[in-house]
């Protein structure tokens, strides 16, 4: 419905920017660098693309060997966004509260917020469905009395594309790693079939950063604004928001 009733290119933010020149210049070949028009670094050339995990360009550019770069990060932010709702009624069945799973993904599938950012090559809309289908499946180890290996690798496999996606990812590892180790029919070896995907390429990616930039995520400018200030930002636009229009923007 979004891709009939728009434009099929999407918004384009200055993180936008990023994301393409990284996924363009994969296609190059060059590896993960964005151009210092699109960069946050001084400099003349191309910089090296850190302060974002990478799956992101990696997808858009796996997808533009059919389709062009900003298309195919359309295709992905919009796919995402119409699996969401999905995703709700599935993590509600498995938390054995399908009531709750209908409402959520009818909420998201009329949210404004959710509209408005599935519009922009972003990663907000991605992340949370791989976040929720991980959710999903963890809560699924947890009513299991013995989960296969398979299962356990699926949701592995999922948080760690969410991970890769953004870093705050990595918040389901201490989660999943509770999940599992409270389970008596389940061990260590169960544990690191969790962990170490998200962790082996987090690491990986980490590592690589500081070989090209020495850091591990980017240097990232300080916010002036507080957290209460945020805070009293969110109450002002949630009412908003929450009402099936855009005042809020």
């Known amino acids: 419905m979004i891709c009939i009733g728009g434009s099929a290119k999407p918004g384009i933010s200055p993180d936008?920017?990023?994301?393409?020149?990284a996924a363009e210049s994969l296609?190059?070949?060059?590896?993960?660098?964005?151009?210092?028009?699109?960069g946050p670094f001084p400099g003349d050339g191309?910089?090296?693309?850190?302060?974002?995990?990478?799956?992101?360009?990696?997808i858009i550019a796996l997808l533009s060997f059919v389709?062009?770069?900003?298309?195919?990060?359309?295709i992905i932010v919009t796919g995402s966004f119409a699996l969401l709702p999905a995703a709700m009624i599935h993590l509600g069945r498995n938390a054995r509260s399908p009531l709750a799973g209908r409402l959520s993904a009818a909420f998201i599938a009329v949210s404004p917020i959710m509209a408005f950012s599935s519009w922009f090559v972003w990663t907000e809309?991605?992340?949370?469905?791989?976040?929720?289908?991980?959710?999903?499946?963890?809560?699924?180890?947890?009513?299991?009395?013995?989960?296969?290996?398979?299962?356990?690798?699926?949701?592995?496999?999922?948080?760690?594309?969410?991970?890769?996606?953004r870093y705050i990812g990595v918040v389901l590892l201490p989660l999943g790693y509770i999940i599992i180790r409270e389970k008596k029919s389940l061990g260590w070896r169960q544990i690191l079939l969790y962990l170490s995907p998200a962790i082996v390429?987090?690491?990986?990616?980490?590592?690589?950063?500081?070989?090209?930039?020495?850091?591990?995520?980017?240097?990232?400018?300080?916010?002036?604004?507080?957290?209460?200030?945020n805070l009293s930002s969110?109450?002002?636009?949630?009412?908003?928001?929450?009402?099936?229009?855009?005042?809020s923007f």
Request: some cysteine.
């Open 125 to 165: 809309i991605p992340f949370t469905l791989f976040a929720v289908i991980s959710l999903a499946l963890l809560i699924r180890i947890n009513r299991e009395s013995n989960p296969r290996n398979s299962l356990i690798l699926i949701c592995a496999i999922t948080t760690a594309m969410a991970v890769l996606t």
């Open 16 to 21: 936008s920017t990023r994301y393409l020149g």
């Open 201 to 229: 390429l987090l690491s990986a990616w980490v590592i690589r950063n500081s070989m090209v930039s020495g850091n591990l995520s980017g240097e990232r400018t300080a916010s002036t604004i507080g957290f209460f200030e």
């Open 234 to 247: 969110f109450f002002n636009l949630m009412p908003n928001a929450l009402l099936f229009g855009l005042p």
């Open 27 to 38: 296609l190059r070949g060059n590896g993960f660098f964005i151009h210092n028009e699109f």
């Open 67 to 74: 389709f062009k770069p900003i298309v195919a990060a359309r």
């Open 46 to 58: 191309e910089n090296p693309f850190v302060l974002w995990p990478p799956l992101f360009p990696i």
